[in-house]
Nanobody, 116 residues
Framework: VQLQASGGGLVQAGGSLRLSCAAS????????MGWYRQAPGKQRELVAA???????NYADSVKGRFTISRDNAKNTVILQMNSLKPEDTAVYYC???????????WGQGTQVTVSS
């Protein structure tokens, strides 16, 4: 499985960005896909995740501002980020978590910078 992330950039506080993760390869056993982020000097953390059935999970810090969605036919996961804050500045990574049915996969990071 290969994950290709795109959509990062520079935006002012209060603005919006849309991240996209396109997956390729054998996706049949993949249930959960998610976005993680890592800010300078901090540990990588979960931002949001979505199952194949559409069940979502969000970090408390992004609830109500970010929306994760998934198109199973296109093997794509979208992270819509609204009302961005400077503390959202980080490198964002698309990830397929390890499970009983699949290995762990990471996409390359995409930089999101929110200016105050």
């Amino acid at each position: 499985v290969q994950l290709q992330a795109s959509g990062g950039g520079l935006v002012q506080a209060g603005g919006s960005l849309r991240l996209s993760c396109a997956a390729s390869g054998n996706m049949r056993s993949i249930n959960v896909m998610g976005w993680y982020r890592q800010a300078p000097g901090k540990q990588r953390e979960l931002v949001a995740a979505v199952t194949r059935a559409g069940t979502t999970n969000y970090a408390d810090s992004v609830k109500g501002r970010f929306t994760i969605s998934r198109d199973n036919a296109k093997n794509t996961v979208i992270l819509q980020m609204n009302s961005l804050k400077p503390e959202d500045t980080a490198v964002y990574y698309c990830k397929v978590p390890r499970s009983s049915w699949n290995d762990e996969y990471w996409g390359q990071g995409t930089q999101v910078t929110v200016s105050s």
